[in-house]
């Protein structure tokens, strides 16, 4: 593909840079197109879990571009959601999947994270039941600004998580980032809490896709391709995954290429 500027590893991570992040945003629909497509050819049927957020925007807006995608056959899951958030609100997980996923593609299923229930210990346990009923196919991920996968920040972060869904207090760099990306006015508005996918949940399924577009992430791929496998920088443990592809722009890639 002419848009492909390098391929690299990261331990037994690969690592695919593009020129501009609607190149990458395509590249990685292409890749999951095939996935999905592939996986239901097998089975009959696939599951995804889906990232949420504005780095996945170009990525999951070139799905629409794969009408051979069998989504009537596919069932999808996202990866948190806020303790405490309606699904109406603007930076509700809920809402982006539904708004992103559910209503353009209509999915044969979407399970989603109800973080406005009273009892969240509960909603992890039935969510975590729910994943575990079968194998995942895909995970389709990002990377935080602080090194996070999913919402799995520095201080909770757990490589060998006996749960697959649980609770957190979030970092204040977590919170940070919601606040620059737009999704809240301030950083009092962000909520403290989330119910995430643990390290071990997103490391499950039989493909990984990471995608990480923007300048403003180009620290954490540096220490993702180089710092310590350790939950310091959370997303380190991706390179110890084979079954990874890092899908990069030039702009995220900056302090690697340099």
């Known amino acids: 593909m002419s848009d492909l500027v390098n391929e690299l590893h990261m331990g037994q991570m690969e690592a695919r840079v593009y020129g501009a992040a609607q190149a990458m945003g395509r590249a990685a629909a292409d890749n999951t197109a095939k996935l999905l497509t592939d996986a239901v050819q097998r089975n ?32 999808a899951f996202h990866m948190d959601e806020y303790v405490g958030l309606s699904d109406a609100h603007p930076a509700s997980f809920r809402r982006w999947i539904r708004e992103r996923i559910e ?10 994270i109800h973080g406005d229930i009273p009892d969240a210990e ?4 039935r969510y975590e039941g729910l994943l575990r009923e079968s194998p995942i196919d895909l995970v389709c991920m990002g990377i935080g600004e602080n090194g996070h996968i999913a919402f799995n920040d520095p201080p909770v972060a757990d490589f060998r998580d006996p749960t697959w ?11 940070r980032q919601q606040v620059g990306e737009g999704h809240f006015p301030t950083l009092e508005d962000v909520p403290t809490h989330a119910i995430t996918l643990t390290i071990p949940a997103l490391l499950a399924p039989q493909s990984l896709q990471v995608v990480v577009p923007e300048r403003r992430k180009a620290e954490a791929v540096r220490q993702t391709a180089s710092a310590p496998v350790s939950t310091a920088c959370p997303a380190t ?17 900056a302090l690697l290429l340099n």
């Open 237 to 253: 443990i991706l390179r110890d995954q084979p079954h990874a592809v890092l899908f990069l722009d030039a702009e995220s890639a």
């Open 103 to 112: 209503v353009p593609f209509h999915p044969a299923a979407v399970h989603y």
């Open 165 to 175: 869904v649980k609770v957190v207090r979030l970092d204040e760099a977590s919170r």
């Open 122 to 125: 509960t909603e992890c346990s």
């Open 44 to 75: 009959g049927h696939a599951r995804v879990i889906i990232a949420t957020g504005n780095s996945q925007i170009a990525f999951v807006a070139a799905l629409a571009e794969h009408a051979e995608i069998p989504w009537d056959r596919i069932t």
